[in-house]
């Protein structure tokens, strides 16, 4: 028979780790803004500036968006986790 329903525990755990990751991902934007800051006092010129702009204008949004994903995940989880225990106290 098909099951119907939320674990709600279940699916706010994983709802947890959605946020982790995110909050992984942050951290990890900030180590990488830190190590390319201090490259800059090893390594100056055209092809330093352009590993520098890879990573502003290319790789760092894409991460910003990985982040600002798993957030908007982990709410939408929070969401539906409140509405079924809403629902499920009902009966």
């Keep these: 028979m098909a099951w119907l329903g939320m674990n709600d525990d279940e699916v706010n755990a994983q709802g947890n780790v959605l946020q982790q990751q ?4 942050q ?4 180590k990488v803004d ?6 800059k006092q090893n390594w100056q010129g055209d092809d ?7 990573w502003t204008g ?3 949004p894409e991460l910003q968006k990985a982040h600002k994903l798993l957030t908007e995940m ?13 629902t499920s106290s009902q009966y």
């Design 22 to 25: 995110a909050e992984a991902i």
């Design 27 to 30: 951290k990890l934007i900030t």
């Design 34 to 39: 830190q190590e390319v800051e201090s490259l």
């Design 48 to 54: 330093s500036r352009q590993f520098e702009q890879e």
């Design 58 to 60: 290319t790789h760092r």
């Design 74 to 86: 982990k709410s939408t989880i929070d969401h539906e986790v409140q509405q079924q225990r809403s």
